[in-house]
């Protein structure tokens, strides 16, 4: 199979950009196989582009492309990544006690769903083992002793550095990550959390929204940021709902809605269909 080649830009729009771009890349010999861009109706007038390529007829090396595009891009104000096909993206996951997101992921993953390489589970506690064992998945047991969340967070961070991880994905992880964690992962840690937020927080959510009569049960997937789920939301769904569902059933309805959220957030991240704008994510559709 050939390589395909994913490069995502953004810039202050300017005309002929897309036509530019193009020419560029027909001149190395790389086929565009699809081409998707957004610009935006403020006044910041902002151009993004995401751009997959195929080497047909070009034997430039990635080497030399990244060197020449790099040029071009610099003259032409663009910020860009780009991505290759070949190299798989590695995750960790990280986890408390609730599974329906781990589940989830694992299975997608173990049915060759996701571009990716899951290369352990980091648990805070022991709960999870068995479903990582499961699917042959490593799982590290790291508690939180009182007083320690910061020795805790470390330990994880040295051991995701050591294993030379690209992305984490906070799969029910039921702990609030220091700024210490965000920054060694900026805009590569995927959370996800129900849409009841932030008018039920706290214990039980969904005895509080049962007792408020509540019509749509929500999920969001964001990147985790400082500020407490807060971050640039990637994707985000509802159900609907109505008075004759208890908190049992409102509960099974939202797992149903957080682990197709994450899910959906976790393959736009690897399929490189996002691109994050200060606080906010372009999303680019897949192309069918």
Not at 128 to 152: C, H, T
Not at 203 to 211: D, V
Request: with cysteine; hydrophobic share 40%.
């Amino acid at each position: 199979m050939k390589e395909k080649i994913v490069v995502l830009i953004n810039c202050i729009d300017q005309k002929g950009i897309i036509a530019k771009v193009s020419s560029w890349f027909y001149e190395r010999g790389l086929n565009v196989l699809h081409c998707q861009q957004y610009t935006t109706a403020d006044e910041e007038s902002l151009f993004f582009m995401r751009v997959e390529l195929e080497k047909s007829s070009s034997d430039i090396s990635n080497e030399d492309l990244e060197k020449e595009f790099g040029k071009f891009a610099e003259k032409e104000g663009f910020s860009y990544k780009i991505h290759y096909s070949s190299y798989k993206e590695r995750v960790a996951i990280l986890v408390s006690k609730t599974s329906h997101c781990l589940y989830e992921l694992l299975s997608r993953y173990d049915e060759n769903d996701l571009p990716a390489e899951i290369v352990m589970i980091v648990g805070n506690h022991d709960t999870l083992r068995s479903v990582a064992e499961k699917f042959n998945i490593p799982f590290y047991y790291m508690p939180i002793e009182d007083g320690k969340k910061e020795e805790q967070e470390k330990r994880i961070i040295d051991l995701l550095m050591k294993n030379n991880i690209d992305l984490v994905v906070l799969a029910r992880y039921m702990q609030i990550l220091t700024p210490n964690f965000i920054n060694a992962y900026r805009n590569r840690i995927i959370n996800i959390h129900h849409g009841f937020l932030p008018a039920f927080q706290g214990a039980n959510p969904y005895k509080q929204a049962y007792e408020r009569g509540v019509k749509i049960i929500g999920a969001t997937a964001h990147y985790a940021s400082e500020d407490l789920d807060q971050g640039p939301i990637i994707e985000q769904d509802v159900i609907r709902a109505n008075h004759v569902e208890g908190p049992t059933l409102l509960r099974d309805m939202g797992k149903d809605v957080e682990k197709r959220v994450l899910l959906s957030a976790v393959r736009s991240h690897l399929e490189r269909r996002i691109i994050v704008y200060k606080n906010k994510t372009i999303v680019f559709q897949k192309e069918s």
